[in-house]
């Protein structure tokens, strides 16, 4: 079958249409000529005649990025505490950008000096041993690419009614005393003590001066500002694992200790908040996740899920970290909807939001990872529905 031809319903195409079809496919397929692309005339525009701005310190976006920034949501004469979460219908690739990566604050943002800040490990060990941020420095450092995402994240899936959301309202030892248990056998494996990210120090309100890592658990468990770990028999019951973050189930009980962020996937383009322009060639983009490994596979639907066309993974696919995937849609100016679902190495497929309902029930607040759906009206209107 030629790439241009639907492979499921509603004008999903092959996927391999942007990676062997060219610019001139995609043009004829969106309905612009390529004579008329190459005879528009390239004006002098001012900028090109007059010196720019000057150098600054640290570098920031382009003014006309305005829209590219970061929703806070706290409760009413508590600035501190609440959620400010990432525009990722706006962002591309897999890495997010150290201005705009999701915060998740109980008590504010400490301001630490990093020269007076200890860490502390102790508990059931020899001896306990506490570091400054200068002898921590003095160990190996590495480099590691991995997803940190809050187990509340798309809690407001499991309401009865689909909320107007995006997908940026659907997605972190402060004042608080934030505390988890943690498997030895995971800080033994691949957690590390995180002190960079993206090339440069932790910012405030993801930890500085440090934090701890934990590649594929829910972030509630990477403690910002982390101050000591101790090593204990079994876990400590916190406040933070028996009233917050556990899992509701059918018969009323609470699962606790649940670690890992199940496979998880998310159409961002297009999406609420961006407006398709009339009909003709779009490509389906979003990303796609897993605490058990890495993502295999990402199936995209333009009907609601009644049939499916597989998405191409863009490289690299690492292990418990960001996948971006995408798909070529000719959409003909009907109503759409848009969903995908993500299968992981260990062979677990994202359920769809009735699926998981009907394990869980309606009453559950914590580690929703659903198929979340989009519909696109005939006037290119994107909203979050129930399908």
Not at 58 to 66: A, H, L, M, T, V
Request: with cysteine; proline share 8%.
């Amino acid at each position: 079958m030629p790439d241009d031809q639907p492979v499921a319903a509603n004008g999903l195409l092959d996927r391999r249409l942007f990676l062997q079809g060219g610019a001139g496919t995609a043009l004829a397929l969106s309905g612009i000529s390529s004579s008329a692309a190459d005879g528009e005339e390239l004006r002098v525009e001012p900028w090109m005649k007059l010196p720019g701005s000057p150098f600054v310190g640290y570098g920031q976006p382009s003014r006309f990025e305005d829209k590219v920034v970061r929703v806070a949501a706290n409760p009413p004469n508590a600035p501190g505490t609440g959620a400010a979460r990432t525009p990722l219908h706006r962002l591309n690739g897999t890495i997010t950008p150290n201005g705009l990566h999701f915060e998740r604050s109980h008590s504010g943002i400490p301001d630490i000096d990093p020269d007076a800040h200890r860490f502390l490990i102790h508990g059931l060990i020899k001896r306990p041993l506490v570091f400054t941020l200068e002898t921590l420095s003095r160990y190996p450092v590495e480099s590691r690419i991995a997803f940190i995402e809050c187990g509340g994240n798309g809690n407001q899936l499991y309401q009865k009614d689909a909320a107007p959301l995006n997908v940026q309202a659907l997605q972190g030892a402060d004042a608080a005393g934030m505390s988890r248990s943690v498997p030895l056998a995971k800080a033994m494996d691949d957690a590390l003590i995180a002190l960079y990210q993206n090339g440069e120090r932790i910012r405030p309100s993801n930890g500085y001066p440090m934090r701890l890592l934990l590649p594929g658990y829910e972030g509630n468990m990477q403690v910002k500002w982390l101050r000591r770990i101790k090593v204990t028999e079994g876990p400590t019951m916190t406040k933070d694992e028996t009233s917050k973050y556990t899992m509701l189930l059918l018969d009323g009980k609470s699962l606790q200790f649940v670690f890992p962020i199940e496979a998880k996937s998310v159409i961002t383009q297009p999406s609420p908040g961006l407006v398709m322009n009339g009909p003709g060639l779009y490509e389906i983009s979003g990303i796609a996740w897993s605490g058990y490994g890495k993502i295999t596979k990402v199936e995209v639907s333009a009907d609601g899920g009644k049939t499916w066309a597989p998405a191409a993974l863009q490289q690299p696919v690492l292990s418990m970290a960001l996948t971006r995937f995408r798909v070529p849609w000719q959409w003909s100016g009907g109503p759409a909807i848009l969903q995908s679902r993500a299968t992981d190495g260990s062979g677990y497929v994202q359920p769809t939001r009735a699926e998981l309902i009907a394990r869980r029930g309606a009453k559950a607040f914590y580690h929703f990872n659903g198929v979340t759906s989009w519909g696109v009206t005939e006037i290119g209107e994107v909203k979050h529905v129930y399908a």
